[in-house]
Every structure is written in C-alpha cells, then in structure tokens.
C-alpha cells in the first residue's frame, strides 16, 4: 500500500515538473496592446463589431485591420478611447448614439421556431420548440441579432427605462462649464 502511495507521489511530482518546464518553453507571447484594448471594450461578445467577441476585435486592431467605429454596445466613449490609445482618429460622422435596449418578444406573435434562442450569445432568450418564448431583460445586452432571425417580427428593441437604480448624471461639456470671473465685485 505504501510503494503504490509512493509511487503515485513521485509520478504527480514528476508529471507537475514536466508540465510547469512545458508551460514556460512552450508559452505564446502576447501582444500587450491587444490585452489593452480588450479591457476598454465592453465584453459583452454580441458580435455586432463583425467579429465573434471582444478578444478577437481587441486582436484585429492591434494588427491594424479593423476599425475603431466598429463597437456599437461601447459607443461613443469606447470609440474616442481606442482611437486615442491606437493614435488614429475616429471618424464619428456616420455614428449614431444609442440608448441602451432589450428585446421584447410579442408572445402572441412567437410560434416557438427557436431560431433567437441559438442566435442569442448571452442565454437570455427563455422558450423550447414550438412554444412561446420570453426574454430576460438582466441578461440581454441590446445586440438585436435575434431581432433579425424572427420570421414572424414577434422581437422588437425596446429602450431601458430609466429608473433610480440607472439613471446617471450626464456629464458636463468641457465649452459650457460656468467659470466665475475673480476680482469684479458688484
């Protein structure tokens, strides 16, 4: 009993060894830029960039191959941040800022065909074949891919609503910020 516990303990040091000398000389350097820019997108991985998550379009602009316009859920915040970080500028002409949406599914219109619930990269979409099916509001990020795949247009993006627990104070602009003039007394 003993030479078997032995044994196996020689074995799991040797094999850990093995394992931990091949994770050193076998490891694949990572671009720090792409790990930078992956932190500043929203990772949600809807997909609406054209790539299937954030760590693939945080890879595609570290090449160089993709535009920093391209993040819909990050918006204009995101935009203007990765274009300072890559030193390009963002042409904001063509974007249109979003409030944040949900999808709503019209229950009478669903006839149960599944084809959200496999398009929906978060789970949010509640249903089985051939039943009606609902969407979890917490979970849903706003991407509208199953909005496009419904044959009966029974999905449709709806706004959040603002309530205490989202609402935020918009932040002044830079040009309408009130600067007192020192030394006039009136």
């Not at 709503?104 to 149960?112: A, V």
């Not at 979970?139 to 449709?156: E, F, L, N």
């Not at 602009?173 to 003039?181: D, G, M, R, S």
Request: hydrophobic letters at 40%; glycine letters at 10%; aromatic letters at 4%.
């Amino acid at each position: 009993m003993l030479i078997a516990i032995g044994s196996l303990t020689i074995m799991g040091i040797v094999l850990g060894g093995l394992l931990g000398a091949a994770a050193r000389f076998l490891a694949v350097e990572e671009n720090p830029l792409e790990e930078e820019l992956k932190a500043m997108l929203p990772g949600s991985q809807c997909g609406q960039c054209g790539y299937v998550g954030c760590s693939q379009y945080a890879a595609a602009l570290a090449k160089g191959e993709a535009q920093v316009t391209l993040c819909t859920p990050g918006g204009k915040a995101v935009i203007e941040a990765l274009a300072k970080k890559l030193g390009v500028t963002a042409d904001l002409s063509e974007h249109e800022e979003k409030v944040p949406e949900y999808a709503f599914i019209y229950e009478d219109l669903c006839i149960g065909c599944t084809r959200c619930i496999r398009e929906c990269s978060t789970d949010a979409i509640l249903g089985a074949n051939k039943l009606m099916h609902t969407i979890i509001i917490d979970v849903c990020h706003g991407c509208a891919k199953c909005v496009k795949v419904c044959p009966t247009d029974a999905i449709v993006m709806v706004p959040v609503r603002v309530t205490l627990a989202n609402w935020h104070w918009p932040k002044p602009e830079e040009h309408t910020q009130f600067k007192p003039e020192v030394g006039h007394a009136h």
